[in-house]
C-alpha cells in the first residue's frame, strides 16, 4: 500500500513469530513421533523391566550425544533431539523479538525482552 511503511512492522513480526512458534512445535512433534516409531520398531517387543530404575544413557544427557544420536537414527536420540527442538523454541522467539525491538528502536521493550531471556537461560543453564 502506498504511504505503508515496509520493513519490520508490528504486524510482520507478530506474524513471522506465530510461524516460528507453529513451525517449531510442529518440527519438535514430528521428530518425537519419527523417534518414537524408530525406538518401537527396534525395541518395541522387549519387555520393561520395572524392578530396577535406569537412568538415561550418559550421551544423551548432552547436547553433542543427542545430536550424534539423533543423526545415527536410533529412536530415543530422535526423541531427546525433539524436545530439545521444542525447548529452543520459545527461546529463538524471544531472541526473534530482541531483534524487532532492536530495529524499531524500543529500548524499553529490548531491556523487558533481554531480562525474560536471561531469566529463560539461567533457569535452563543456571548454576546449581
Known sequence: MAGQKEGWTDRRVEIFIGNLLRIGVTAAAIIVVLGGLVYLFRRGLALPDFRSFHSEQIELRHVEGIVKYAFS?????LIQLGLLVLIATPIARVILSIFAFLHQRD??????????????CFSLFGIR
Open 73 to 77: 537414527f536410533h529412536g530415543r536420540g
Open 107 to 120: 529500548k524499553m521493550y529490548v531491556t523487558v525482552t533481554c531480562i525474560v531471556l536471561a531469566v529463560l
